[in-house]
Nanobody, 122 residues
Framework: QVQLVESGGGLVQAGGSLRLSCAAS????????MAWYRQVPGEQRELVAA???????NYADSVKGRFTISRDNTKNTVDLQMNTLKPEDTAVYFC????????????????WGQGTQVTVSS
């Protein structure tokens, strides 16, 4: 069974920083894209940042210049450094990864972490 475990959420004042981390574990053969999403109650989950296996990245316009995604392919981890946080960044943040496992080597499946709360006070 594959698991994505997030850590690093919390409460921070506007202008502050937080770093989220996500580690994938289990019988992993390979990981394609890894990403961070966020969701506010009553709204759709939205992509915050994504990182390809080869190192490419893309960001939501709302976080460009403030957030940085990074991954370590040797450790199956992806981090999100969040700087200059704003109250509108408050959400539950989810780690996502496209993974080929030893159980199903012919398909790539989408996995989600359990989510971590980020709250930015004004």
């Amino acid at each position: 069974q594959v698991q994505l475990v997030e850590s690093g959420g919390g409460l921070v004042q506007a202008g502050g920083s937080l770093r989220l981390s996500c580690a994938a574990s289990g019988r992993i053969v390979s990981i394609n894209d890894m990403a961070w999403y966020r969701q506010v109650p009553g709204e759709q989950r939205e992509l915050v940042a994504a990182a390809t296996k080869s190192g490419g990245t893309n960001y939501a316009d709302s976080v460009k210049g403030r957030f940085t995604i990074s991954r370590d392919n040797t450790k199956n981890t992806v981090d999100l450094q969040m700087n200059t946080l704003k109250p509108e960044d408050t959400a539950v943040y989810f780690c996502n990864a496209e993974i080929v496992t030893a159980h199903h080597m012919d398909v790539m499946l989408n996995y989600w972490g359990q989510g971590t709360q980020v709250t930015v006070s004004s």
